[in-house]
């Protein structure tokens, strides 16, 4: 069992910047693959961004450049510093982890991850 609880949301600016956190609790096996996901109102969750414990890293093409995923494995939590803010990235944040699995293409099919936070809100205004 893992459990997660993000924190580090807020308003801001376009052009702005924020950094998520999400603190991870329980069993350090399945947390080896943590993502960011997100959901705009009236849109479909998509992933953001994702780190497994042994370094692969995933990025969605809209936040190539300007987001930076990480983790402290020392204090089981994730990070996702977000710069250059704009309006489409106002959405709900949630953190997720799943255990080791075979490869896959990708690291952000929702479907695979079993943990998930309630969310932080990211609003960017023009």
């Known amino acids: 069992q893992v459990q997660l609880v993000e924190s580090g949301g807020g308003s801001v600016q376009a052009g702005g910047s924020l950094r998520l956190s999400c603190a991870a609790s329980?069993?350090?096996?399945?947390?080896?693959?943590m993502a960011w996901f997100r959901q705009a109102p009236g849109k479909g969750r998509e992933g953001v961004a994702a780190?497994?414990?042994?370094?692969?890293?995933d990025y969605a093409d809209s936040v190539k450049g300007r987001f930076t995923i990480s983790r402290d494995n020392a204090k089981k939590t994730l990070y996702l510093q977000m710069n250059s803010l704009n309006p489409e990235d106002t959405a709900m944040y949630y953190c997720?982890?799943?255990?080791?699995?075979?490869?896959?293409?990708?690291?952000?099919?929702?479907?695979?991850?079993?943990?998930w936070g309630q969310g932080t809100q990211v609003t960017v205004s023009p």
């Open positions: 997720a982890a799943r255990a080791a699995m075979g490869w896959t293409p990708t690291l952000l099919r929702e479907y695979d991850y079993r943990y």
């Open positions: 329980g069993s350090t096996a399945s947390s080896h693959c």
């Open positions: 780190l497994t414990s042994d370094g692969r890293i």
